[in-house]
């Protein structure tokens, strides 16, 4: 992964997010790292939150990662357009292990209940890319 200059800062009840990727891999993923209380729930099924994006374009993605590492992706199923708010939905189930980034795990499959920690980002061939999070939670369906 990259290591791109990212800025965060509460903004309008979210979280904004400014980011100029560097390198070839445009990678910018802002970890988010939970306390006990704010781990999913069990029979949460994945989180839901607003998505507005300011600036730049790209592939949204989450990124949970478990107690111990290992790291699995869930793609958006659709990301907003430029100046676009959207309630994003990603879910636990068909996530995909992060082969060839992420530390080995031992059963092989997403625990949600040992989610630590979540990144909420996008692959992008732009230069910069602005956007929003807010409203996050946890779902169940």
Same mark, same amino acid.
């Given at each position: 992964?990259?290591?791109?200059?990212?800025?965060?800062?509460?903004?309008?009840?979210?979280?904004?997010?400014?980011?100029?990727?560097? !390198?070839?891999?445009?990678?910018?993923?802002?970890?988010?790292?939970?306390?006990?209380?704010?781990?999913? $729930?069990?029979?949460?099924? !994945?989180?839901?939150?607003?998505?507005?994006?300011?600036? +730049?374009? !790209?592939?949204?993605?989450?990124?949970?990662?478990?107690?111990?590492?290992?790291?699995?992706?869930?793609?958006?199923?659709?990301? $907003?357009?430029? +100046?676009?708010?959207?309630?994003?939905?990603? &879910?636990?189930?068909?996530?995909?292990?992060?082969?060839?980034?992420?530390? $080995?795990? $031992?059963?092989?499959?997403?625990?949600?209940?040992?989610?630590?920690?979540?990144?909420?980002?996008?692959?992008?061939?732009?230069?910069?890319?602005?956007?929003?999070?807010?409203? &996050?939670?946890?779902?169940?369906?």
């Amino acid at each position: 992964l990259s290591d791109p200059l990212v800025l965060r800062r509460v903004s309008a009840g979210g979280v904004e997010v400014l980011a100029e990727p560097q !390198g070839p891999d445009r990678w910018v993923y802002p970890r988010l790292d939970l306390i006990v209380g704010e781990r999913a $729930p069990k029979g949460a099924t !994945g989180l839901a939150f607003q998505l507005t994006l300011l600036e +730049g374009s !790209g592939q949204f993605r989450v990124i949970w990662r478990e107690e111990g590492g290992a790291g699995y992706v869930s793609d958006l199923v659709a990301g $907003p357009n430029p +100046g676009q708010t959207i309630e994003a939905v990603a &879910a636990f189930e068909g996530a995909a292990f992060g082969t060839g980034w992420s530390p $080995p795990d $031992p059963n092989s499959k997403l625990d949600p209940g040992l989610v630590n920690a979540v990144k909420i980002g996008l692959n992008t061939k732009d230069a910069r890319v602005k956007y929003v999070i807010r409203n &996050a939670r946890w779902i169940s369906f």
